[in-house]
């Protein structure tokens, strides 16, 4: 599937200097039966050079994204531009001013709608997805979607990037991963049927970097440092500014499917380790207590695999089939 878009974008991207305006998906409600969503887009266009894509507020409770792009936004200036900066600072605005991860308006995750389908006029995530896989991308050569682990994840701060030992753009985003510079760069195997940005970007041939900045449904100064500094060596190693900071030191790992370790119960979950820790095969993750039946023994879990603490769940109150950590293993790079 793919269609015609159902957004109409007024903001022009092809005209020199800096711009802001909003995009309008269509939503027909109660409360507007003509009514559209008016989400942010901003431009900065200098002199020739490579158009970047900028987006933040994918998911609603994911706040660097957001901040950062707002605060570049204001402080470029074309001048100091050598290409083309597309700023969606908060992509799925009804999320983020909801302060969730998923649409209140039609519960839809942004980031499982790339699906190449316009939607229907109550489907406006999955119109605001369509068209930033087929109006925005292929206008793009580069791309970065600023997330962090939200109110029920937190992350070391990392970058990411997808990719297999078949993809065409693996070095560029490994070279892209080590100028954004964060603490870690983990990659991620693409998948089939995958519908998230940076399988959009793949399928543009587009270079994207995704991040996991931080999360717990909050916002640190250390955490807004590491986006910003990785932002502008990002803009800096694609040409699009001058100088930029010099990249730090990055640890490159690779995230497999025995790294997650999900909760096979409801609980409380009672955690043994932190991000930023190493564990080994078997080392105890934390224990489950049962808050219903108190007299039964906490429950033990146990790393299925060794590595590096990634991810864990800030809130202790479990379900069955909630992640509660993922880690990360070594690669060379
Ligand atoms: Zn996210």
Redo the contacts with the bound molecule.
Sequence with gaps: MSGATRVSCPVDLDAPGKRLGHLRVPFSSNRSAYGWIGVPIGVIRGGEGPTVYLGGG??GD?YEGPITLLRLFHELEPDRVRGRLVFLPMTNLPAVLAGQ?CSPIDGANL?RMFVGDPGLDHEPTKAIAHFVEEFLLPRCDAAI?L????RTLDYLPSALARTGPEDPLRAPKLAALRAFGAPVSYLVPPIGNDTGFLAAADRKGVLAL?T?LGGAGTVTPATLAVARRGVLGFLAHLGVLEGGPEPGPTRLVEVRAEHYLYAPRAGLFEPAVVQGEEVVAGQTAGWLHDPDEPERAPLELRFAAGGLVLCRRPIPLVERGDCLFHLGADVAG
């Design positions: 994918n998911h994911e991860r980031n979607d997330h962090s682990g939200g995704g996991e």
